[in-house]
């Protein structure tokens, strides 16, 4: 067999190799993209009384879930009447972002990516301020205070897509069910819970996966580096050194990251008829 032959025939197998390796790569992140989006989470039948206080007492102070881009732990249960939904927001970047806009929460009861019945919370009445403001977080009292202040803010929450409920701001002490509270833990990390009934979401095949929404409002911006070397300066929604946690202010990174993400959610108790 000659040289040339051989030569050639290398050089064919390295073009083969070559043009195959993209569709390979393309389809094994197609299917790990896959497997992470039909990923199904099961609730837990609660036992117990869930108490919605933004405190995480009834989650044995433990979420099992996790997403990377809003650095949310977070978990669903479920009784014959209700949905239970938790969450920690374990970025204080993410703070001023949530103060400004809220988080939304939406299901699709087909299990399609599709934005049905949608929950808003929390949502900060602006015009509340306090009489005599803090201006130093020089200990936790004061830490406290301002958390304090912030959750007294949250008066309302807001719905859209639901049959039974207009469109628009709804009391937190209201007549549909729907309940829902904020809190900071020991971390300063936000605690978000919040409940659902059933016959709000007109759930009809209970062994259909919900298809689940979680966002933090607002425009897709770049991720906070965190730099012990810098102060907090004056933030858009509070005064100065007012961080309800950050201790310093974030600088950017180019990195862009989403504020949403899709997962779908298994009932473990059939709705009451």
């Known amino acids: 067999m000659s040289k040339t032959f051989m030569k050639t025939t290398s050089i064919r197998s390295g073009i ?5 390796l993209p569709i390979f790569l393309l389809s094994h992140l197609t299917t790990i993209a896959q497997s992470k989006a039909d990923q199904i989470i099961n609730s837990k039948r609660v036992n117990n009384l869930i108490k919605i206080d933004g405190k995480l007492n009834d989650w044995a102070d433990s979420l099992h879930n996790y997403n990377e881009n809003t650095r949310f732990s977070y978990d669903l249960k479920n009784d014959t009447g209700m949905i239970y939904l938790a969450i920690k927001s374990q970025d204080k970047q993410n703070l001023n972002r949530i103060v400004a806009r809220g988080i939304s929460f939406s299901f699709n009861k087909e299990g399609k990516k ?15 301020t306090d009489k005599k403001p803090v201006r130093s977080i020089d200990g936790p009292e004061q830490k406290t205070r301002l958390q304090d202040e912030l959750l007294t803010k949250i008066t309302k929450l807001y719905v859209s897509g639901f049959t039974n409920i207009k469109d628009g701001a709804v009391s937190l002490n209201n007549t549909y069910g729907i309940s829902a509270a904020a809190g900071f833990d020991q971390d300063n990390h936000l605690i978000i819970e919040i409940a659902i009934p059933f016959n709000q979401l007109l759930i009809t095949d209970p062994l259909s996966p919900l298809a689940c929404f979680i966002e933090i409002n607002g425009i897709k911006q770049p991720r906070a ?12 929604y ?28 298994a009932l473990s108790a059939r709705p009451k008829a």
């Open 16 to 20: 083969i190799f070559f043009s195959i």
């Open 114 to 128: 599709k934005q049905e019945e949608t929950l808003i919370y929390p949502i900060f009445d602006k015009s509340r």
């Open 238 to 265: 509070g005064n100065q050194n007012r961080d309800y946690g950050l201790d310093r202010r974030p600088t950017i990174d180019k990195q862009t990251i989403a504020t949403g993400f899709w997962f779908k959610f």
């Open 225 to 236: 580096v965190y730099d012990p070397n810098r102060n907090l300066r004056n933030s858009r």
